[in-house]
């Protein structure tokens, strides 16, 4: 009996260990939306969970990094607003690299009619300087726009920087 006891904590053991390193370099990131409501990413770049009222969404994800003052930027919402209404398996999350207040959330909001998810960053963690760093460690910042598509899976599929015509979006969205 004392064997077997002993055999199923190893067993044990060697799963929780196994299941730690598994979530090796996971970060938390708190976003809240234009509607106040509270969204969690935890991600390491290669696979990301997005959480809404601590339940996942088990969606396709198009993560695009957000900031108003690039004009590059700017240019991407009909394209995305496109792709919203077109693909119902497709979650656009729009993340600010700097922090909105609520008026200027719905101000912008409302100036461009945006269809999907603005997220505005509740603490100093950086989502893109993190990404940044999994991509290049020796380089600059990622320059904007960039985007980051992921599978349901969770699983990324492909980032984008620059220029992207929304028909390459499409294409990588069809093949998903």
Do not use: W
């Amino acid at each position: 009996m004392r064997f077997f006891s002993l055999l199923l904590l190893f067993v044990a053991l060697i799963f929780t260990g196994c299941d730690q390193k598994k979530q090796e370099g996971i970060k938390r990131y708190g976003f809240v939306n234009q509607n106040n409501q509270y969204f969690e990413i935890r991600s390491n770049f290669s696979s990301l969970q997005l959480f809404f009222d601590k339940k996942p969404i088990k969606k396709n994800i198009l993560l695009f990094f957000l900031d108003i003052e690039n004009p590059l930027c700017l240019e991407y919402f009909q394209a995305l607003k496109n792709l919203q209404e077109m693909y119902a398996d497709l979650q656009i999350l729009a993340i600010s690299i700097k922090k909105f207040t609520r008026e200027q959330m719905s101000s912008f909001i409302s100036q461009y009619q945006i269809n999907f998810l603005l997220l505005n960053p509740l603490d100093s963690k950086n989502i893109l300087l993190d990404f940044s760093k999994k991509i290049n460690p020796d380089a600059s910042p990622i320059a904007l726009p960039f985007l980051i598509l992921y599978h349901q899976n969770q699983k990324m599929y492909q980032y984008y920087q620059g220029a992207v015509p929304q028909e390459m979006f499409m294409f990588d969205l069809n093949n998903l």
